[in-house]
């Protein structure tokens, strides 16, 4: 019944997480969110704004895809049903709530093109060996990305998680005190000879960088 009921008026269920405080899955007109107290996780904005980055991206050469920071996984039906992407996603998040919610509420499960991994995505990036030709970094505690992943020491093992020609996808805030960080690393990117392209003030609050090599 929740979905009819939906069209009528909009049904919540909160979920609380230790590192996102409450969680809120809303039903509205048939379709399901998820939403922390102040933003959209997936299947709303968010979904709108990393399918913008997406199709800036010729998604023909990828056969790998790493994801830092999973979320309800709007990105991964995104890419499967906008883009026809069906090559192997690893999506990687350090809350077991949230990999839970993708799970029972939005129908994502392990199999041979999904592999989800629970876990720290600075421990992951540090420590893994293998090589994407995509890389996207979505990593946000309600409307902060945490300061680790805006130091070039995060920066330069994603680069060495790249394939020689692979791309990163970043989906950054505006957020006045990180804005010179991500000018750091911008500049960074760009001294590593690659081309990287902002989009400032995707849905007035975001910003994605698309790295890709020259």
Same mark, same amino acid.
């Given at each position: 019944m929740t979905r009819p009921l939906s069209y009528i008026y909009p049904i919540t269920k909160t979920v609380i997480s230790t590192f996102s405080g409450p969680l809120e899955i809303t039903t509205k007109n048939g379709k399901k969110h998820l939403n922390t107290k102040n933003a959209n996780y997936s299947y709303g904005a968010l979904q709108l704004i990393l399918k913008f980055g997406l199709d800036k991206i010729d998604l023909k050469k990828v056969n790998s895809i790493l994801l830092l920071g999973l979320g309800g996984g709007s990105v991964i039906h995104t890419l499967r049903d906008d883009f026809n992407f069906q090559k192997h996603v690893t999506a990687v998040d350090i809350d077991p709530v949230i990999i839970d919610i993708a !799970?029972? /509420? +939005? #129908?994502? /499960?392990n199999n041979s093109k999904l592999k989800i991994i629970c876990q720290d995505a600075l421990q992951y990036i540090n420590q893994n060996t293998q090589q994407f030709d %995509? *890389?996207? *970094? @979505?990593? +946000? *505690? @309600? *409307? @902060?990305?945490? !300061?680790?992943f805006l130091e070039l020491s995060f920066w330069e093992a994603i680069i060495k998680s790249k394939s020689s020609n692979g791309v990163i996808l970043f989906n #950054?805030? %505006? /957020? =006045?005190? =990180?804005?010179?960080?991500?000018k750091k690393v911008i500049a960074f990117l760009k001294s590593k000879v690659y081309k990287v392209e902002v989009y400032d003030k995707i849905n007035r609050v975001n910003t994605l960088v698309i790295t890709q090599s020259l």
């Open positions: !799970k029972t /509420e +939005f #129908g994502l /499960e %995509l *890389i996207i *970094i @979505d990593l +946000f *505690i @309600d *409307i @902060d990305v945490p !300061k680790q #950054g805030s %505006l /957020e =006045k005190e =990180k804005s010179q960080n991500l």
